[in-house]
Each structure stands twice: as structure tokens, then as C-alpha cells.
């Protein structure tokens, strides 16, 4: 949702998913300003995101940016972002900020209340607003990153998190409430997702752990961990089935 207000703001600005790049597609970007809006996930980020700079080419000379979003801590997501960037693009970044949103990790902690929820939504987005004037005008920015050395733990442990992530659908499960409608396949950023022959959900190890599956299940019927059962479930407000359908296309 960062990435619409941000494009919104700018002047002929286009949104590329990076699910695209990850399947695989090479595309080279010439634009003059490219901002890259991800959520942090384990103090690092998305590992789709590291595998999405693999098939980048960047030409020109761009203003480069990143906006990431979290719900406490980006740790040492945006340094991890910008060793990336250098490493398959060749490219360092000229921004880089951080964005507090209410958090969709569920395994960890429920949503907060639907009135917190919405004060930080607002809060978000006046500062998603900011940052696209920012943008707009190529705003040189520290990194807002832990520095080297402190950085190795976060990044130690972020590395884990990507190796294994794929695997990490080993802990959903679909319980009796499930009603076989199939939205949790539809929403899946990577498809991962099928309906058995009883129309139940089968996770097929290539997950992001995005958690669209469990957000959107309409019954709650899927738990990652037993006690994620009964947790409040949280997705963007503005983030609909059919957008999240539309970025696979
Ligand atoms: C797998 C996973 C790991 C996450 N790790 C972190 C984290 O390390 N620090 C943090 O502050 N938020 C973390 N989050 C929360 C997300 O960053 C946050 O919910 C997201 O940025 C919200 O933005 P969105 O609604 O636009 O997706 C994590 C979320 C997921 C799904
Ligand atoms: S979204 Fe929920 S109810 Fe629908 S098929 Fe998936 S698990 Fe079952
Ligand atoms: S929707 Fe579910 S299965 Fe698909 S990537 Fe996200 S967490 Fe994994």
C-alpha cells in the first residue's frame, strides 16, 4: 500500500511487483527515480526481494530509494537491502527509510485493536506522504539501518530465516473450520497453495511467509503453530483479494 501512495504522488510513476522478477522475468529499468517498497521480515528482507535483484538490470544513472515498512524493529533490513543492491545491480542507495505500520506476524502476537491499529495507519501514512515528497525532489538520506558491526547479528540470523523459508509452510495446517473456498490459494503471492481433493488446503514448501493465507482466510481456519488459534488477524485495510491477485498477473 506504501508503494500506491508513493507511485500516486510521483509523476508517471509505474508499480513493478517483485513477485514478477522473481519468477524469473529479467528486466532492465531506465527509469530516472526507482523506489523499492518491501516489509521487513526477520530484521532482514522478504528473501523474494534478494532473488528479485537477481534478474534487475539498472541503466542511467537513478536516484535510488527504498521505503520499508515493520511493526517495532527494522534491524538491519535496509543495510541487508543495500548490500544486495550492490552485489546484483552494481547500484548503492541514495535513501533509505523506515516505516512503522501495524504487524501481520502472527505466530508471534495478534493485531492490536482495530482504534490502535487505525492510529497507526494514519500515522503511516502521513509519513509514507512525506517520504514520496522526499522522493519526488531525490532526497539524499542516511540509511536508516544498525551499522556495521553491529549489523552481523541481525544478518546471521536473517540468513536462517531466508534458507529455510520455503519450508516454513510446515507449520500451517487447516483446521475443521476450513470451508473450501479456496481464497488462501488465491491470495498466495507464489502460488503455493492448492486444494486437495477434498478441497483443503496443501502447501507445496516454496512460501514467503507472507501470511496472506492466514490474514485472508475468511473463517480463520488456518493456524501456523497451534497457538496462533483465536489470535486477532490483521491485513492493509486497502489490500484486497483482487490486488493481491492482480500482482501475479
Ligand atoms: C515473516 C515476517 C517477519 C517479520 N519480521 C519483522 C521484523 O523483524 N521486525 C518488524 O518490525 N516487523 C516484522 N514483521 C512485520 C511486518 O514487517 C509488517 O507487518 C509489515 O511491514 C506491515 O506492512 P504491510 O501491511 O504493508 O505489509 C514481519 C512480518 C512477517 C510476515
Ligand atoms: S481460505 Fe480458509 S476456508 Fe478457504 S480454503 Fe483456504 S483454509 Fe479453507
Ligand atoms: S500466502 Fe501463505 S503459503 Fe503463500 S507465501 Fe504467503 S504465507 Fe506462504
Not at 536516484?63 to 527494522?74: G, Q
Not at 502447501?203 to 511467509?209: A, L, M
Not at 503453530?225 to 492482480?246: C, E, I, M, N, S
Amino acid at each position: 500500500m506504501a508503494a500506491e501512495t508513493i507511485a500516486g504522488k510521483l509523476e508517471k510513476a509505474r508499480i513493478l511487483p517483485l513477485v514478477l522478477l522473481a519468477r524469473g522475468e529479467k528486466i532492465t529499468l531506465t527509469d530516472d527515480i526507482i523506489v523499492f517498497v518491501f516489509p521487513v521480515y526477520a530484521a532482514g528482507i522478504p528473501a523474494i526481494v534478494e532473488r528479485s535483484l537477481a534478474n534487475l538490470k539498472i541503466n542511467g544513472n537513478p536516484y535510488i530509494a527504498v521505503v520499508a515498512t515493520c511493526d517495532s524493529s527494522a534491524g538491519a533490513a535496509l543495510g541487508i537491502f543495500d548490500k544486495c543492491l550492490h552485489r546484483f545491480c552494481g547500484r548503492s542507495l541514495d535513501a533509505g527509510w523506515v516505516v512503522y505500520m501495524p504487524g501481520n506476524y502472527t505466530p508471534l502476537y495478534g493485531a492490536e485493536s482495530p482504534e490502535k491499529t487505525c492510529r497507526k495507519l494514519s500515522v503511516a501514512e502521513s509519513r509514507i506522504n512525506g517520504l514520496a515528497a522526499a522522493v519526488g525532489c531525490r532526497q539524499k538520506h542516511r540509511i536508516e539501518t544498525i551499522p556495521a558491526p553491529f549489523s552481523w547479528l541481525p544478518e546471521i540470523s536473517w540468513r536462517i530465516f531466508a534458507v529455510n523459508v520455503r519450508r516454513a509452510d510446515n507449520h500451517f495446517r487447516a483446521s475443521a473450520a476450513c470451508i473450501g473456498c479456496g481464497l488462501c490459494a488465491k491470495v498466495c503471492p507464489v502460488d503455493n497453495i492448492t486444494l486437495n481433493s477434498k478441497n483443503r488446503p496443501q502447501w507445496h514448501h516454496q512460501c514467503e511467509q507472507c501470511m496472506a493465507c492466514l490474514q485472508f482466510c475468511p473463517v480463520e481456519a488456518i493456524q501456523c503453530f497451534w497457538w496462533t488459534r483465536g489470535r486477532r488477524r490483521y491485513h492493509h485495510p486497502q489490500l484486497t483479494v483482487d490486488k493481491l491477485v492482480a500482482q501475479k498477473a
